[in-house]
C-alpha cells in the first residue's frame, strides 16, 4: 500500500489553482494587426470605419464589427477624414 498524504495533495492542489486562476493582463494581439497597413492607407485616404469593416469581409474574408474596427483604430491612435 502506498503512502497517501492528504495534506500534501490539497496543498498541490491548491497551488495548480492560483496558476491557473492567474492571468495576464499585458496587451493581447488583436486580429486586427495582421492589417495593420492597409487598414491605415484605407483610413488616411478617408475610408469610413463602415467601408474598412466591408473590406476586411468582402477581400480578406474577415468580419468584424465596426465598433471593434473604431475601438481598435482609436487604440492605435490611426486617424483620418471621416
Known sequence: M???????????LKQDSKLRKKRSYSQRKSRLDKYYAEIEGLRQRGSTIAEITRWLSKRKRFIVAESTVHRWLKSKDIHGKI
Open 2 to 12: 502506498t503512502n497517501f498524504d492528504l495534506d500534501k495533495e490539497v496543498a498541490e
